[in-house]
């Protein structure tokens, strides 16, 4: 099958790789539409170190085909999506709520037995968030899929794999915003818009979109911000200025650059929430001022897959998108054959797309 291999750093390839049986507790599954994200692009430039090669993708929604021993959520032919975090329900995280900390999620691509099932002539590949799923198959975890309504499209169903559980989720679960409350987002890529439309869910009054470029800002207006501000210009002082001097109750950074942290965090008021959603370079770090840090009371939360649930959650943003109130097809600027990946991601370094998508035949 015709995977996308990051074969070394910053090389990325369409390759004819070997995909084994699944074993048990595991499910193949035919990808019918895959994301390209940001975070496959942190894998393929280094910010992200994992161990390569391996196959990217890890938002993405397809129909299973084969299922191993024991597995009883899925059966073949159901529609799915996957989940780049697994819900095993018995580690201590699953146990206490917080699922999206599973244990068994392994980023660095081997299944649950430490073993692969791709290879690329004879060398063991990993699969990115034991998903791989930027290829024409992917064998993965049966904890880490949920069956969804077949008159759901698969473009749009994968678009919840990541961006969209990660940015609603942030809103919604992480800080928590109230109705009336005031957002600040930093970064309207995928997940950014996302996040505004789940600002726009909960009923904040005003949600200020910042990012360095004009088309962004014109996805988040669309999308239901209220303000945009472009980061050219100081984007604290911008938002502080629209919120009458007081800073914003919640402000969320989307980015991974620590200076745009520092800069959700003085963006927010006192005592409101800066909530840290974007994936930064291991090497860097965000700079905290000592006494403020207490004076001021703000509260820093980290977030991770929209601290989200995914069998709950998963199911309640598509009924949103049934119901209308959820735009995923207007995240989707453009789609892209398998062949064109490697195109794909330099539109998405561009900065090109909300959301860049692959499809399968
Ligand atoms: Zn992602
Ligand atoms: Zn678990």
Not at 57 to 64: L, M, P, Q
Not at 214 to 243: I, M, Q
Not at 285 to 299: D, T, Y
Request: aromatic share 6%; glycine share 12%; charged share 20%.
């Amino acid at each position: 099958m015709k995977a996308l291999v990051a074969l070394e750093l910053n090389r990325l390839s369409v390759e004819e790789v070997d995909l084994a049986s699944p074993r048990a507790g595991e499910v193949r599954v035919r990808m019918k539409a895959a994301g390209v994200c940001h975070s496959d692009l942190s894998v393929a430039n280094g910010t992200v170190p994992m161990p390569l090669p391996m196959v990217l993708g890890h938002e993405g929604a397809g129909v299973v085909t084969e299922v191993g021993p024991g597995v009883t959520n899925v059966k073949v032919g159901d529609h799915v999506v996957l989940s780049f975090v697994p819900n095993c329900g018995e580690c201590w995280f699953c146990a206490h709520k917080e699922p999206h900390l599973c244990v068994h999620c392994d980023a660095a691509g081997r299944m649950w037995d430490g073993t692969s099932r791709l290879q690329l002539r004879g060398q063991e590949l990993g699969a990115m968030s034991q998903l791989g799923c930027l290829a024409q198959f992917a064998v993965v975890p049966a904890a880490n899929v949920i069956a969804i309504d077949r008159s759901i499209p698969f473009a749009s169903a994968a678009l919840v794999g990541c961006a969209v559980m990660t940015g609603v989720g942030a809103v919604a679960n992480t800080a928590g915003v109230e109705p009336a409350s005031t957002v600040a987002i930093f970064g309207c890529g995928g997940v950014g818009l996302a996040a505004i439309q789940g600002a726009r869910l909960v009923g904040a009054k005003q949600i200020i979109a910042i990012d360095l470029a004009d088309n962004k800002l014109e996805y988040a207006r669309r999308f239901g911000a209220t303000d945009c501000v472009n980061a050219s210009e100081d984007p604290v002082a911008a938002v502080k200025a629209l919120t009458g001097g007081l800073g914003v109750d919640h402000s969320f950074e989307m980015t991974g650059r620590p200076a745009v942290m520092e800069q959700a965090y003085a963006a927010a008021r006192r005592g409101g929430s800066v909530c840290i959603v974007g994936v930064g370079r291991y090497t860097e770090a965000m700079q905290l001022n000592a006494l403020l840090l207490a004076g001021e009371a703000k509260r820093i939360l980290g977030c991770f897959y929209g601290n989200s649930n995914f069998r709950v959650d998963m199911p309640n943003l598509l009924a949103l998108y049934q119901a209308k109130r959820l735009d995923l097809e207007g995240l989707i600027t453009r789609t892209y054959g398998i062949e064109e990946a490697p195109r794909a991601f330099a539109d998405l370094e561009a900065g090109r797309n909300a959301r860049g998508l692959i499809l399968f035949d």
